[in-house]
């Protein structure tokens, strides 16, 4: 790292106390480069035509590299380091749980309609994974349909997803009981379809792994 620069002039926006002039206050490290590039913030819609573009991870070594230098030049500067890839593209544990585990999400989403007492229950996917939108249907109880959702950031979220699927807007810090709707996740759903204890969490591991797998269990 070079000298250290002269402190900056506090700017009029009420953060000054947490800025320096000699290192970074936020470091933000791409883990990859693998992403979808469809999401309608995207900080580089014209990179996936890049010459440059080779799909590649964060190399474990650079990465420990970046970090011990952000502990050394960064220290009492630096008040968060966030890994990010820019929409996560490469968690896809609840599109194997309805791959693998669609009759237990299914009882469990039954279950879950007959005790809020709900008239229709929907499974929503994102229409690229036809495969699996497709192998639902013949498995799909009375009363449960599916929702191709777009292939866009941020499809999943609650807010968008109760909009998308029912027409409704949650009033803003309002919740989907709020519209009548309730949000339940993939994984909770085939829990409760197996009458299991949550003791275990469904992971995807990506980027340098030695052994390449859908999903892996590991306990809370």
Do not use: W
Not at 125 to 144: M, N, S, T
């Amino acid at each position: 790292m070079g000298t250290a620069l002269t402190s900056i002039a506090t700017p009029p926006y009420g953060f000054g106390g947490r800025l320096s002039g000699t290192f970074p206050s936020q470091v933000i490290v791409d883990v990859t480069e693998l992403c979808n590039l469809a999401c309608t913030h995207c900080p580089h819609p014209d990179f996936k035509r890049s010459e440059h573009y080779g799909g590649r991870s964060l190399d474990p070594a650079l990465c420990a590299k970046a970090i011990d230098e952000v502990a050394e030049a960064g220290r009492g500067v630096v008040q968060h380091v966030r890994f990010t890839s820019e929409g996560e593209p490469l968690l896809h544990k609840d599109k194997e749980l309805l791959r693998h585990e669609a009759p237990a999400m299914l009882a469990g989403l039954k279950t879950v309609m007959d005790r809020v007492g709900a008239s229709e229950g929907v499974v929503g996917a994102k229409d690229k994974y036809e495969d699996v939108i497709r192998a639902l249907q013949p498995l799909l109880p009375a009363g449960v349909r599916t929702f191709p959702l777009t292939d866009t950031y941020p499809a999943g979220d609650e807010f968008i997803l109760v909009h998308d699927v029912t027409g409704r807007v949650i009033p803003p810090g309002g919740l989907p009981r709020d519209v009548g709707a309730l949000v339940v996740n993939v994984e909770t759903l085939v829990n409760v379809g197996l009458g299991r204890p949550v003791t275990h969490k469904v992971l995807t591991v990506a980027g340098a792994v030695k052994e390449r797998r859908k999903a892996a269990k590991a306990k809370r």
